[in-house]
């Protein structure tokens, strides 16, 4: 998801003023949050609608005004998601995004809660609301930023920032009254905005304080409190911005420059300096890439990347979204959507300072071979949506961008296509968003029941000219590659995807698997393995 940019425009301003006033009087007998009248339309002058699923929605008239203000969002794919639960992290920064529109700055303040780091999502507006006591946390540590909103939760802080913010108390009409509300911490925020006309309640005379509120909901919720502060002189109608395009954030610069490189994954995970040795001493060259492998549920430490660092190696961090020992794809902690909907912020925010902190060059390559169904973040399993590997990796990326980290490459790693594999186009970022390309595949010979002998050409040819076609200009890298012994000459196979090398020289470096896992991928699984390689990786000629 990523916040619409916009050029200011006055073009709507006179359409966006008889929507608020439609708002103001509309009719309150819709059964959730108050519906607004679906005839109008804050882009009926253009015909422009910014979200693909809100037509015919109770709330669109709502929902594109904020649009227009520059205040809801929508997902990469082009969608609101209007009946998708609006969480507390997320309340927060609507509301806040409103205020500013209506030239009202809630300056931010340390809000104290454990679960909001500094460069969060959602953190500079929760510190801001929390701050002005607009937002209060679920319990005096915690603001509960993935909590879904509750309708009576809603409406005691719409009522609480007409206090801090306007200096005004709405009315609170005696005669208005829900059959569900008595002794509810939120009964006076209720009443006072079911007499302001903001809220309604459902037909059968209750409100429903404990409900989830939609996006949707939301919208026609602030879509009337505005317009109830512009009918009451406390604002003016926010000046409409334009729809335009989505924000795309600029990428890091590519460390490994013009030259070859060589790199390895081995046992050691990167922390083991004397492996980089042995490589050197069976390959002939010192590595210049090393691959560490991170799980969600591990900690990035400086340590490790400087232990590469010193040898004279860049890190490729591969940074997995998942539970390693799980033994099982379907893991629905690390569904893609929880990574979209900020679950793991604070985790993704403390690694992005430790890669800040460590100053040097790193590659990320987050959530690799995605076009495969062998890992929990293909979109292909887990109870994952088409779109959002895309709308997860921006996700991240702007989250690193907010943060200030400038000394990370993005390096995007689909496996080599098979029958059955996503499409590549499906799952590719954006140029704006990747610095690089790596691609994974492997010759496993007849060491599986499934698989049969390949060459290096028949390996990767068609995957690379793919993403020649879909990331053009960007840097390519083999990201892992290895053979096996059986059902071939591996001594062979190797000789030729140096050959191969040669005859593509845009593809700037080589990862080899070198560990004994599946099968023994080794340089070394044998001495005419290890002669080959040694051999052509000489004459291909690597960094050193």
């Not at 500013?100 to 999502?121: K, M, Q, Y």
């Not at 005696?174 to 309604?200: C, K, P, Q, Y």
């Not at 993704?348 to 973040?377: C, I, Q, S």
Request: overall charge negative; aromatic content about 10%; hydrophobic content about 40%.
């Amino acid at each position: 998801m990523s916040i619409v940019r916009r050029a200011r425009s006055s073009g709507r301003r006179t359409i966006l003023l008889v929507v608020l006033a439609a708002l103001l009087v509309a009719p309150v007998a819709a059964p959730a949050a108050g519906g607004s009248p679906s005839a109008l339309d804050c882009d009926a002058s253009s015909g422009v609608v910014p979200f693909d699923d809100v037509n015919g929605n109770v709330h669109a008239p709502s929902i594109v005004c904020l649009a227009a203000w520059g205040v809801a969002s929508g997902y990469h794919d082009g969608t609101y998601r209007p009946e998708r639960a609006v969480s507390r992290a997320q309340l927060a920064t609507f509301l806040h995004r409103l205020l500013e529109a209506l030239d009202n700055t809630v300056p931010p303040g340390p809000s104290g809660f454990t679960d909001v780091a500094p460069g969060d999502t959602h953190a500079e507006s929760i510190d801001a609301l929390a701050a002005a006591d607009i937002v209060r946390g679920q319990t005096s540590t915690t603001f509960g930023t993935n909590a879904a909103v509750t309708r009576g939760q809603l409406a005691s802080i719409i009522s609480r920032t007409h206090e801090q913010v306007f200096g005004a108390t709405l009315p609170h009409d005696s005669t208005v009254s829900f059959a569900d509300i008595a002794g509810s911490v939120h009964e006076t925020g209720i009443i006072r905005l079911a007499s302001a006309e903001v809220v309604t309640g459902h037909t059968d005379g209750t409100f429903g304080p404990e409900q989830q509120v939609t996006r949707a909901q939301m919208a026609a919720f602030l879509g009337r409190y505005t317009a109830l502060l512009v009918a009451d002189g406390f604002a003016e109608a926010p000046e409409p911005d334009g729809l335009g395009a989505w924000e795309t954030p600029t990428t890091s610069a590519w460390p490994l420059g013009a030259q070859r490189h060589f790199g390895v994954a081995t046992w050691g995970n990167g922390w083991n300096a004397g492996e980089f040795e042995d490589v050197a001493d069976v390959a002939g060259y010192s590595p210049t890439v090393v691959v560490h492998y991170l799980g969600f549920d591990h900690e990035l430490s400086t340590r490790q990347l400087e232990t590469v660092s010193a040898a004279g190696a860049t890190t490729l961090v591969t940074w997995e979204p998942y539970d390693w020992d799980a033994g099982t794809v379907e893991q629905p902690r690390f569904q893609l959507r929880r990574i979209i909907d900020g679950e793991f912020d604070v985790y993704l925010h403390r690694t992005a300072e430790t890669l800040k902190d460590f100053g040097g060059p790193v590659m990320l390559r987050f959530a690799h071979e995605m076009n495969g169904d062998w890992y929990p973040w293909s979109e292909q399993v887990n109870d994952n949506r088409p779109g959002e590997y895309v709308a997860a990796w921006r996700h991240v990326h702007d989250l690193f961008a907010r943060a200030g980290v400038d000394n990370v490459s993005w390096v995007w790693s689909p496996n080599v296509e098979y029958a059955g594999s996503q499409p590549l186009a499906e799952v590719y970022p954006g140029g704006d968003y990747v610095d690089a390309v790596a691609v994974d595949g492997y010759n496993w010979g007849t060491a599986e029941p499934w698989s049969s002998w390949q060459s290096p050409a028949e390996v990767f040819d068609s995957t690379f000219r793919a993403v020649r076609r879909l990331a053009p200009d960007k840097p390519l890298m083999i990201g892992e590659t290895g053979s096996a012994e059986a059902g071939g000459d591996k001594g062979l196979w190797i000789s030729r995807l140096f050959t191969w090398l040669e005859a593509n020289p845009d593809v700037r470096a080589l990862v080899w698997f070198n560990l004994n896992k599946e099968t023994d991928w080794r340089i070394e699984s044998s001495r005419s393995a290890a002669e080959a390689f040694a051999e052509g990786l000489d004459a291909w000629s690597p960094a050193s």
